[in-house]
């Protein structure tokens, strides 16, 4: 399961880590609007989030008495080397962290803000709200890059050829094999009778 948590949050951070390689240090700190955030600032409240949750996080509450949240959401970086210092530093954390789940550990009650969570429950919370961010961190550079933007996913009108790729890397069932689960195949003769109604 760890190996799991591992690999999709390794996902997340390559796409922003991919983002950063794209922008300058003036683009790192652009704003829609004042009220808009800049990706600086989602850096600093995602790594700040990180290091609040994960330290000691089988221990001590994940919201840590030392957070100032709303701080999060001032500037406080003056360069785009120091933005992605604190990415990084953020993700360091939480990976050291996910390294301490076991099997025995997995459905060991934490705590945030209080309040009772399995600590597979606390990985899901943050597996929904890293990706939210790193969506905005894309979204605000794609914006910046506009034509010069160079894809993270499928490139547009790419997308059969992907399919195609993705077929020969994992190649499907072959129509002679039977299906694993005939139950999913109405027409098969293994199905029960009781799903052909």
């Not at 949240?69 to 954390?93: A, L």
Request: overall charge negative; charged content about 30%.
């Amino acid at each position: 399961m760890k190996d799991l948590f591992v690999k999709r949050f390794e996902y997340y951070k390559s796409l922003g880590d991919k983002t950063f390689g794209q922008l300058t240090n003036e683009q790192i700190f652009w704003q829609y609007n004042e009220e808009s955030n800049s990706i600086a600032i989602i850096v600093k409240h995602v790594a700040g989030n990180m290091l609040s949750r994960w330290t000691n996080f089988l221990t001590e509450d994940g919201e840590k008495s030392w957070r100032n949240r709303d701080e999060e959401f001032v500037n406080t970086f003056s360069t785009k080397e120091e933005v992605v210092d604190y990415w990084e530093k953020g993700w360091k954390c939480l990976f050291e962290a996910l390294d301490q789940i076991t099997d025995e550990n997995l459905y060991a009650t934490i705590y945030i803000r209080g309040e009772a969570h399995s600590v597979i429950d606390a990985v899901f919370r943050q597996l929904a709200h890293y990706p939210y961010h790193v969506g905005q961190i894309i979204y605000i550079a794609k914006m910046m890059k506009n034509e010069d933007w160079n894809t993270l996913s499928i490139a547009r009108n790419k997308s059969q050829e992907f399919n195609n790729e993705m077929k020969n890397k994992f190649p499907s069932l072959e129509e002679s094999e039977e299906p694993s689960s005939p139950v999913c195949f109405q027409n098969s003769p293994e199905i029960k009778d009781e799903y052909k109604q």
